[in-house]
C-alpha cells in the first residue's frame, strides 16, 4: 500500500509500518490508530480503503510528515544562516546548539572535521589575497 508515496509493507501491523513515513514515530503512529480507530494488531493488507483515504488525510492536514517536515526543516535552517545566528553556527560546526556541556562531553561532535569548512581560515585568505 502507498501512503504518501512512502510503500508500507502488507505483512506489517499498521501502528510499525506507519513509522516508516518520516516525521512519524511510535507515539504519533499509536495516536493515528487511536484516532482512526484501527486494531493494535490490525496489518497493513487488512485495512479498508476507506481507511486508507481517511489516514491520508489525517496525515497531510494534522501533520508536518515526509516532504513537508524536511521543507520545514531546510526552511528553518535557512533561516538561522541568513541572520547568522550563533545556533546556525554551532549546527554548522557540528557542535550541540543548547547549551551543552562540550568539554568533556560531546566527543563524537567534536571530533567532526567540518569545522573547517565554516570558520575563517586567515591563512587561507591571506594566500588567496597574495595570489590575486
Not at 4 to 27: F, H, W
Amino acid at each position: 500500500m502507498l501512503v504518501l508515496q512512502k510503500y508500507l509493507k502488507p505483512s506489517l501491523p499498521i501502528r510499525k509500518a506507519l513509522t516508516i513515513l518520516y516525521g512519524v514515530g511510535n507515539t504519533r503512529a499509536n495516536f493515528i490508530c487511536d484516532r482512526l480507530g484501527l486494531g493494535p494488531y490490525k496489518t497493513v493488507r487488512e485495512i479498508q480503503y476507506k481507511s486508507v483515504v481517511r489516514l491520508h488525510r489525517l496525515l497531510t492536514t494534522s501533520f508536518y510528515v515526509e516532504n513537508d517536515l524536511r521543507k520545514m526543516m531546510r526552511d528553518d535552517m535557512e533561516r538561522l544562516q541568513s541572520i547568522h545566528s550563533y545556533r546556525w553556527l554551532r549546527h554548522a560546526m557540528k557542535l550541540p546548539t543548547r547549551g551543552q556541556r562540550t568539554h568533556t562531553n560531546a566527543k563524537s561532535c567534536k571530533r567532526s572535521t567540518h569545522k573547517a569548512m565554516f570558520l575563517r581560515n586567515s591563512k587561507k585568505e591571506e594566500k588567496a589575497k597574495k595570489r590575486a
